[in-house]
């Protein structure tokens, strides 16, 4: 290859070439020394604060053991001596997540009076500007105040609008419009005498690529689209307080049909039952939060409805809840039981202090995870609210419940769930680790208001249920909204891992369809990943070998991943009306404990459950060695 530049003699440095060479010399050799101190006191600098650091780190790990010594628990786990580096890391980990709490309730107690001045300078600059002129222009010193001063602010520039009407339709109705591909899958799932391998209707193509006009056939794979699994095992009866804070995970997830992180839908689910006197009783579920973006999107539960909820107004979601109680036919006497979690619960007081108003008989009302501190509430209807003590959303309004004396009005019961070493702080604020608490008060409920509370819902969670889910979109062909609004999509949960771990469960034998995500939520403690299954046949997940070969498989590929459980949750064709749920967690000890619960619904076969059951239904328990499943990295466990 020739040569870019032609070969020449070497004559020797010119004078201009050393005159720059000394140059280079003179200016470069000083700057070189002057950024080289700099770099080193910098260096200095953070080797100081790194030393500070830690020796306050110290500190502060000895100060909280000697603080969780002198209590009789100790929480969130038992502290041992920080004299070791793992040990000053829990020691740590457990001041932060007492800390924290406490510190969004007092944050939330001052935020008018902290941040009214900016408020009133953005008011007395709405004067001039009317881009900041929005209301209220001086009553800002109250939480309330502030928010609708930031919705205001927030609307004005196409934010946190929520003035939009609802739209209503059965949810099976949204999805045959939204989502024919999983609607054609669910009606085949839920037909008994439907052939035994699901086959989609030629004619079915890709909804997508038909909005852009192209003609395609079915897909190829219609079995790993996304929210097969998790769609089709939609229960059929609420029965208990902790089935209650079940179902509204599965509202919460109906609400994402397609698992794609972006809310489309929001899911109100009516129960009614016909009792003894032919008398009908109503229980209405409101779904949680499901997108963070600020833009209003088609699903109204949103952070623009908890926003707008926080400036003590009604939101579309609210409105929408009440117009789905309209259609549904509840009259004026019948009693109505509504729950929710997180936002869902905010609604349904709003629902519940203006159910007179609305032609409703609102008695009793259960939310978990919900901030109800500025919410005053009829003397009429009996509440219980569930809150974990390190979950910072029930503290955001700045307000404790309020404390009611007699039987009637609102009871608050506080409890610390279970944790592991290395769990994250978002586990405390889900539905499902509420249903772990819920079943704890109902198995031993912490004071007699809440054993007649738990008494007086037992004609609503009662047999010959019926179970209606209804869809609720903001009206204007609003876009879906994703969860958050910058989704920062992680090579290894997404690529790797996830795919990994849906390939590992579909080469067992029989399986049909399955949705894994990752939860951050768990049963007890924490589980980094959720698995939806649907089988042929139940059998393989009864037998404990099998189980055993699942999780180990599932567990290897989570090790680096800092994995401390995993969840499975399985139905099978052969069966309907019964679901199969097993979670394996790791405890602070090291050991492993597997839970395993079996729901039973009205479909199925008394004869069939007693074969696969002989015992009973009753939840099961299991501790297993610490390397019952092999070595699993990432688990700080306690010296």
């Given at each position: ?76 786990f038992p502290s041992p001596p920080p004299v070791r580096r793992r040990a000053r890391r829990v020691a740590l980990s457990g001041l932060y997540l007492s800390l924290l709490p406490r510190t969004v309730g007092g944050a939330a107690r001052l935020a008018g009076w902290l941040l009214s001045p900016l408020a009133l300078g953005a008011s007395a600059a709405g004067i001039i500007l009317p881009r900041w002129r929005a209301r209220p222009y001086v009553a800002v010193f109250t939480l309330p105040g502030l928010l609708r001063k930031v919705v205001g602010l927030g609307r004005r520039r196409g934010l946190l609008r929520d003035g939009h009407d ?474």
């Amino acid at each position: 290859m020739t040569p870019q530049s032609p070969p020449h003699l070497w004559g020797g440095r010119s004078a201009a070439g050393w005159a720059a060479l000394v140059a280079g010399f003179v200016v470069g050799i000083p700057f070189a020394l002057a950024a080289g101190v700099l770099l080193l006191a910098i260096g200095a600098v953070a080797a100081l604060v790194g030393l500070v650091g830690r020796l306050v780190g110290i500190v502060a790990a000895w100060v909280w053991f000697a603080v969780q010594r002198s209590r009789r628990v100790p929480y969130p786990f038992p502290s041992p001596p920080p004299v070791r580096r793992r040990a000053r890391r829990v020691a740590l980990s457990g001041l932060y997540l007492s800390l924290l709490p406490r510190t969004v309730g007092g944050a939330a107690r001052l935020a008018g009076w902290l941040l009214s001045p900016l408020a009133l300078g953005a008011s007395a600059a709405g004067i001039i500007l009317p881009r900041w002129r929005a209301r209220p222009y001086v009553a800002v010193f109250t939480l309330p105040g502030l928010l609708r001063k930031v919705v205001g602010l927030g609307r004005r520039r196409g934010l946190l609008r929520d003035g939009h009407d609802a739209r209503l339709l059965g949810y099976d109705e949204f999805l045959a419009a939204a989502f024919p591909a999983l609607h054609d899958f669910f009606r085949w799932w839920a037909d008994p005498d439907a052939q035994g391998r699901y086959r989609p209707p030629a004619g079915l193509g890709d909804t997508t690529a038909a909005r852009l006009g192209l003609r395609l056939g079915a897909p190829p794979d219609p079995l790993g689209q996304p929210g097969l699994a998790a769609g089709a095992m939609r229960r059929r009866a609420v029965r208990s307080l902790r089935e209650i804070f079940l179902s509204q995970r599965e509202i919460d997830d109906l609400c994402d049909p397609d698992l794609d992180d972006r809310a489309d839908v929001a899911v109100i689910r009516l129960v009614h039952r016909v009792d003894e006197t032919g008398g009908r009783r109503w229980i209405v579920q409101l779904p949680s939060t499901k997108s963070w973006h600020p833009r209003a999107g088609a699903a109204p539960n949103d952070l623009t409805a908890d926003l707008v909820i926080g400036t003590e107004r009604q939101a579309t979601i609210t409105r929408a809840a009440v117009a789905t109680m309209r259609a549904a036919g509840i009259a004026a006497g019948e009693p109505v039981l509504l729950t929710g979690f997180s936002l869902g619960g905010m609604v349904a007081a709003q629902i519940a202090l203006a159910a007179a108003a609305d032609g409703f008989t609102v008695t009793h009302l259960v939310v978990g995870g919900s901030p109800l501190g500025r919410f005053r509430l009829p003397a009429s209807i009996h509440a219980l609210s569930l809150e974990h003590v390190l979950d910072i959303v029930p503290r955001i309004d700045g307000r404790e419940n309020v404390v009611s004396r007699g039987h009637a009005g609102l009871l608050t019961v506080k409890a610390a769930p279970p944790l592991t070493v290395g769990f994250r702080l978002g586990a405390l604020h889900q539905s499902t680790a509420y249903a772990d608490t819920a079943a704890v008060v109902e198995a031993r409920p912490p004071d007699a208001r809440v054993a007649s509370f738990l008494a007086e819902l037992a004609p609503f969670l009662g047999a010959g249920q019926h179970v209606d889910d209804r869809a609720a979109v903001r009206a204007g062909d609003l876009p879906p909204r994703a969860s958050v609004p910058l989704y920062l999509r992680s090579t290894v949960e997404e690529g790797i891992t996830r795919q990994s771990l849906r390939q590992t469960v579909r080469r067992i034998a029989g399986v049909i369809a399955v949705d894994v995500y990752q939860s951050r939520s768990g049963f007890a403690t924490t589980v980094i990943w959720n698995a939806d299954v649907l089988a042929v046949a139940l059998g393989p997940w009864l037998s404990r070998r099998s189980r055993s070969a699942v999780y180990r498989g599932l567990l290897s590929l989570l090790g680096r991943r800092g994995a401390v459980g995993v969840h499975l949750r399985v139905q099978a064709k052969r069966t309907p009306g019964i679901t199969w749920e097993a979670t394996l967690q790791r405890t602070a000890d090291g050991r492993w404990r597997e839970t395993i619960d079996i729901t039973v619904d009205d479909r199925a076969e008394p004869g069939e459950v007693a074969r696969l059951f002989p015992g009973d239904t009753q939840p099961v328990v299991l501790l297993h060695p610490p390397d019952a499943f092999g070595s699993v990295v990432g688990v700080a466990l306690p010296r």
